[in-house]
């Protein structure tokens, strides 16, 4: 069995890919994206998941935003010292960028830094309720320590905002199999 860290690395491998961005996560296109996602056929789920994110990454600064892609390509070049140096920097001048706080989650999560993990990924999702990425990683958080009920929580809050992603899919209906019987 793969571990946590391992799990949610490549997890957040999968899911942080570098492109252009047009807006932030306050961007009122993202209410029209996600109710699509959530009440979709899932065919065109990836599709929209890439849009979510492409508005995600864009935080209405070019100096954030030229700082956020170096961070991108310093993970893709496996320099993840660098690229946490760099989200430290993008977040320091936009302390309301929620991306920034879900990479550089995942940035201290290949430092084995697992408390700036979780206080990054947890800042996320009070930036961006919505961050179905860092419900999942904070999932897997909870699952790793024992808590089966939370885990299975926040996988549930994943897919109500992302039905489609099949690891929140998986891992809930795992928990969901386990605690069969008991009070969830």
Do not use: C
């Amino acid at each position: 069995m793969r571990s946590m860290r391992t799990v949610l690395i490549a997890f957040f491998a999968a899911t942080t890919a570098i492109g252009t961005a047009a807006a932030d996560q306050t961007d009122v296109r993202l209410d029209d994206l996600f109710e699509e996602l959530r009440t979709g056929d899932g065919v065109s789920a990836e599709a929209t998941v890439e849009r979510i994110q492409e508005i995600w990454r864009d935080s209405q600064s070019d100096t954030v935003d030229l700082l956020y892609n170096r961070a991108e390509a310093a993970i893709t070049a496996e320099n993840t010292d660098l690229a946490a140096a760099l989200l430290d920097h993008a977040i320091g001048l936009a302390p309301s960028f929620a991306q920034a706080y879900a990479l550089r989650g995942a940035v201290r999560l290949k430092l084995d830094d697992q408390s700036g993990s979780i206080a990054d990924f947890t800042r996320a999702i009070e930036l961006e309720p919505r961050q179905f990425e860092a419900a999942i990683a904070l999932a897997e958080f909870a699952l790793a320590g024992g808590d089966k009920r939370g885990a299975y929580s926040l996988f549930q809050r994943a897919l109500e905002w992302n039905p489609h992603e099949p690891h929140a899919r998986n891992r809930a209906k795992m928990l969901r199999d386990q605690l069969n019987g008991q009070e969830i």
